[in-house]
């Protein structure tokens, strides 16, 4: 599976950025999506998850409330909407893969991982 994210910019805090993240390679659906980032001088964190349905979806408790993961199997894309952005936001975003049938849910670790594309909160 390749990945390829984008959508990154920059925003002041309060506003809204969507980003995308598209999949080539083997069936889309069978795989489990996540959403990390790594701010300057961080470890790199985990942001969102959903399931290879869409049915399930799972967020890191700095997010919860004001980011959306979603996807669309039809497109093979998984996106990460970002709404009332703060400057602690700020960070490179990358998606990430794992097989629905090697994993548990949420994953603890995953096998793919796209380049990552910046996000910078101006405050």
């Known amino acids: 599976v390749q990945l390829q994210a984008s959508g990154g910019g920059l925003v002041q805090a309060g506003g809204s950025l969507r980003l995308s993240c598209a999949a080539s390679?083997?069936?889309?659906?069978?795989?489990?999506m996540g959403w990390f980032r790594q701010a300057p001088g961080k470890e790199r964190e985990f942001v969102a998850a959903?399931?290879?349905?869409?049915?399930?979806?799972y967020y890191a408790d700095s997010v919860k409330g004001r980011f959306t993961i979603s996807r669309d199997n039809a497109k093979n894309t998984v996106y990460l909407q970002m709404d009332s952005l703060k400057p602690e936001d700020t960070a490179v975003y990358y998606c990430?893969?794992?097989?629905?049938?090697?994993?548990?849910?949420?994953?603890?670790?995953?096998?793919?991982w796209g380049q990552g594309t910046l996000v910078t909160v101006s405050s």
């Open positions: 990430a893969a794992v097989s629905i049938y090697r994993s548990t849910w949420p994953p603890n670790s995953y096998a793919y």
């Open positions: 390679g083997r069936t889309f659906s069978s795989y489990t």
């Open positions: 959903i399931s290879g349905s869409g049915g399930s979806t």
